[in-house]
């Protein structure tokens, strides 16, 4: 980890939770993984927006806004920009059908990859209870979850001050408390059991912030993670091969940083 590494290649990239509008957002990381990559398909999968919390405060530092655009821009040249909203940007499921500035928005999608097997990709919040039957628990716990994520920020600058790399508190929490792991499961099977319902080989998702890729009972379950937590993305390679990326374990902060102050933005070519 340190060195300056090469743009890649990849058929498709899935990114999901982004929260862009929280303090807790990985931003930085975000557009440093966007800068290496290049793709000819690209998956929103949910929550890139945080609506709930931008109805109670704003904040919208100038990266949040660089990530909005390379997006765009990607749109712009060509990749193929699908947004499938989640709980948290759930008011942009009122446009499902509508292009906004090249980017498709759709309720949830099949994707088909290059060996020829068949992913539902959705954010997965239709299959949490909670969000779906006791939203005021929901935002209590979306509150508390903001509240680590705050320690978690405090504690990775200080750590990106005494040259460490990036360590999510919240990530770690969440594997030694038995409830979130029981949910967890829950949610998985619940997820496998809709694509199974649906007649594909598997599903792509996000929601619960935990990148994870196994097989339950003949359904390929692929979380593609989170950019507040671990700060993952999903990829296929051209022949159909699936990888989770965990940028934050790739890359270190001065090299981040040394790119963030080097990165002159490009004009875009002026309309004919």
């Known amino acids: 980890m340190g060195a300056d590494i090469a ?24 557009l440093d993984f966007i800068r290496h990559i290049e793709c000819d398909k690209l998956y929103l999968v949910g929550d890139i927006v945080d609506g709930w919390k931008m109805k109670t405060g704003w904040y919208w530092p100038q990266s949040h806004n660089d990530v909005v655009q390379k997006f765009l821009r990607l749109a712009r040249k060509g990749c193929e920009v699908i947004y499938v909203p989640g709980n948290h940007d759930d008011r942009i499921r009122d446009f499902c059908g509508i292009h906004f500035g090249g980017v498709i928005v759709a309720r949830d999608a099949i994707h088909e990859t290059a060996d020829g097997r068949r992913f539902l990709v959705t954010h997965g ?5 909670v969000v779906q039957h006791a939203k005021w628990l929901a935002f209590l716990g979306d509150w508390s979850y903001r509240t680590i994520l705050m320690l978690n920020t405090v504690l990775n600058r200080a750590r990106r001050r005494l040259g460490f790399g990036y360590w999510s508190l919240s990530a770690y929490l969440k594997v030694k408390v038995k409830n979130a792991l029981h949910f967890i499961e829950n949610f998985e099977a619940a997820v496998a059991d809709e694509a199974r319902r649906r007649g594909v080989d598997g599903v792509i998702c996000g929601h619960i912030h935990k990148a994870e890729m196994r097989e339950i009972d003949g359904i390929t379950y692929i979380n593609d993670g989170d950019w507040v937590e671990s700060c993952t993305a999903l990829v296929e390679h051209f022949d159909g091969r699936l990888e989770i990326l965990e940028w934050s374990k790739l890359r270190s902060w001065s090299v981040i940083d040394r790119a963030a102050n080097a990165a002159v933005p490009i004009a875009e070519p002026a309309a004919a």
């Open 125 to 129: 919040d239709e299959f949490d209870g």
């Open 7 to 30: 743009v890649r290649r990849y058929r498709t990239v899935f990114i999901s939770d982004v929260h862009l509008g929280t303090r807790g957002c990985q931003a930085e990381l975000l």
